[in-house]
T-cell receptor, first 115, second 113 residues
Framework: NAGVTQTPKFQVLKTGQSMTLQCAQD?????MYWYRQDPGMGLRLIYY???????DKGEVPNGYNVSRLNKREFSLRLESAAPSQTSVYFC??????????????FGSGTRLTVV | KQEVTQIPAALSVPEGENLVLNCSFT??????LQWFRQDPGKGLTSLLL?????REQTSGRLNASLDKSSGRSTLYIAASQPGDSATYLC????????????FGTGTKLQVIP
């Protein structure tokens, strides 16, 4: 099925470890996003990529890095995990402004726990 | 800065009731508005997308309306079912070039059999 695929679905890290969350979409969307969702905080934008080759900081970028590998893939890296990064991470994609008809599509999420 | 508010934060209704969820936004210069549902432990599933030139969209038992001038959208659910129990989020995309979506705080709906 067409959509946004995230891996892994679950992950437990020790403080200080690093890891990369993978995201891929097969809808030919231009823009991709990484959000984190915490109880009582709603969805907060970490980084986004408006188009292939560009990335920009969102609301809460500290402690994260991203790579837009190609049009399909957008990865999120935690260089040195901290307990405050325990959260559910969602990747999303959308078409460019010209084709905004299709709105946003979300992946199923990665539940990350940092101990 | 766009602010999106959803009231009520939680709602519990008996099965079969028709219900309305509300979404308010502070900046009426929007490009589109999208409604999502989120089941516990799951991702967001798109329900309806309303473009700024439209006033409503319908899908099955769901109807979403948009009134830009008053900064409001409503999601109407007809003949509610226990399977409708979820958190419902609205998301607003502002106009004027590339912009990022602003999500509402969500309404947690419970439909009691």
């Amino acid at each position: 099925n067409a959509g946004v695929t995230q891996t892994p679905k679950f992950q437990v890290l020790k403080t200080g470890q690093s890891m990369t969350l993978q995201c891929a979409q097969d809808m030919n969307h231009n823009s991709m996003y990484w959000y984190r969702q915490d109880p009582g905080m709603g969805l907060r934008l970490i980084y986004y990529s408006a188009s292939e080759g560009t990335t920009d900081k969102g609301e809460v970028p500290n402690g994260y890095n991203v790579s837009r590998l190609n049009k399909r893939e957008f990865s999120l890296r935690l260089e040195s995990a901290a307990p405050s990064q325990t959260s559910v991470y969602f990747c999303a994609s959308s078409v460019s402004l010209e084709g905004q008809k299709y709105g946003y599509t979300f992946g199923s999420g990665t539940r990350l726990t940092v101990v | 800065k766009q602010e999106v508010t959803q009231i009520p934060a939680a709602l519990s209704v008996p099965e079969g009731e028709n219900l309305v969820l509300n979404c308010s936004f502070t900046d009426s210069a929007i490009y589109n508005l999208q409604w999502f549902r989120q089941d516990p432990g799951k991702g967001l599933t798109s329900l309806l997308l309303i473009q700024s030139s439209q006033r409503e969209q319908t899908s099955g038992r769901l109807n979403a309306s948009l009134d830009k001038s008053s900064g409001r959208s409503t999601l109407y659910i007809a003949a509610s079912q226990p399977g409708d129990s979820a958190t419902y989020l609205c998301a607003v995309l502002p106009g004027g070039g590339y912009q990022k979506v602003t999500f509402g705080t969500g309404t947690k709906l419970q439909v009691i059999p």
